[in-house]
């Protein structure tokens, strides 16, 4: 769809949203963030020792379609994994989303993300994290028809959008 940046919304102070209805622009993140990891603030969101209030807000903009799109997909990648419900978001500037929309890299329409791990396997973030741990699983393996890419290989990101692309039209 068309890159049209709608931020005109109100821009009010101590707004929240429910994280579910916010899409990946990036195809892939690493889980390691700093010091913590998207997994540790999952789980430590999951059993309450952090709160989505002592995390900053996450950044969303809104295309010329109503979808919503973060530029903070780790922190959205914990609050989804952790099936919280509200968290705090605030508008991102024009200026944010033109900086950084060279990153909207998904190929799946921003309804997941690939979590990149230093032992080389990725896993798709596409639900909460309670679920995947009843299904015996931590997370489901990116593999397979429908994942359009190749790994990151430092400025591949490129050719990785060029192929996106191309594939989008088969």
């Known amino acids: 769809s068309k890159t049209t940046i709608r931020n005109k919304e109100s821009r009010g102070v101590n707004e929240t949203i ?13 889980n390691q963030t700093g010091n913590h990891t998207v997994i540790g603030n999952a789980k430590a969101l ?12 996450i950044r969303i903009w809104k295309d010329c379609d109503g979808n919503l799109w973060t530029l903070d997909h ?6 989804k994994l952790a099936g919280v419900e509200e968290v705090p978001f605030r508008w991102a500037s024009d200026e944010e ?8 890299t998904t190929a799946t329409g921003g309804e997941s993300i690939k979590l990149k791990f230093g032992n080389g396997k990725p896993i798709i973030i596409n639900g909460p994290l309670s679920r995947a ?4 699983k931590v997370l489901v393996p990116l593999y397979g028809p429908g994942n359009t890419g190749m790994e990151n290989l430092g400025n591949s990101c490129y050719m990785n959008s060029v192929l996106q692309i191309l594939f989008s039209f088969y």
Do not use: F, H
Not at 74 to 79: D, F, G, I, K
């Open 97 to 104: 989303v033109c900086k950084e929309i060279w990153k909207r």
């Open 74 to 79: 780790r922190r959205l990648a914990s609050y």
């Open 133 to 136: 741990i009843e299904e015996g």
């Open 46 to 57: 999951e059993n309450g020792t952090l709160k989505p209030s002592d995390l900053p807000e």
């Open 18 to 30: 429910n994280p579910q209805k916010v899409k990946y622009m990036q195809s892939s993140i690493k």
